[in-house]
């Protein structure tokens, strides 16, 4: 049986990193009636897409013990411009939410290999990787002095105990690991399921008990 926990409110040990990218798939434009002159991108993207979609499904197997699989989306597909022309250009974009098992040099590295193998297996095929960012994902260990650190200011300021937990994802902790993989991190501040939402919102009490929490916070670990 899980245990309930002491409070809602929790501080983030580990987050996933992300890798961003899109595909580009270039044609040769043609009147839709005659089809066979010209190159649809669209269609070589698609087969990409089905492709990506078979790799996808083995990268989520590996899990992390605090944040769980990698999550891989496509979030934006465009292509063509008139229903009279075979497409001469066609994209995706795709976000792939990582973790440390799995680095993000791998995944880059896989989704070119995939590229690479459709452009060599037929040569109206022009597909090409454009990686828009690559961020690293973040884990403190939960048995770290910080943890405990972090742990037992949250309990001086609300008296009761918080969870550790993952994030699912991502901040600009990974920037200062990126700079110092040594460093340990925690993501704490007040904040609710209304993240990226209309009328997002953080309680005014919450933010006023996290002001005294990272004062105690910064007195620990400097004592």
Known sequence: MVKKPETRMAAFCAHKGSVTYKVISRGRAAHSSMPEMGINALDNLVTYFNKQKEYFTDLVKLEDDVLGST????????GGNQENTIPDYA??????????????????????????????????????????SSNLPVKTELDSDFIKLVKASYKDVLGVNIAAVGAPGGTDASQFVQANPDLDVVVAGPGNESAHQVNEFVFEDDYLK???????MARRFFA
């Open 91 to 132: 994209e995706l974009t795709a976000k792939i939410r990582t973790i440390p098992e799995y680095t993000n040099d791998k995944v880059i590295a896989d989704i070119q290999n995939l590229i690479d193998k459709l452009n060599q297996a037929d040569p109206r095929m022009k597909l090409e990787l454009k990686l828009l």
């Open 210 to 216: 996290y002001i005294d929490i990272y004062k105690t």
């Open 71 to 78: 999550k891989p989306s496509v979030t934006v597909m465009n």
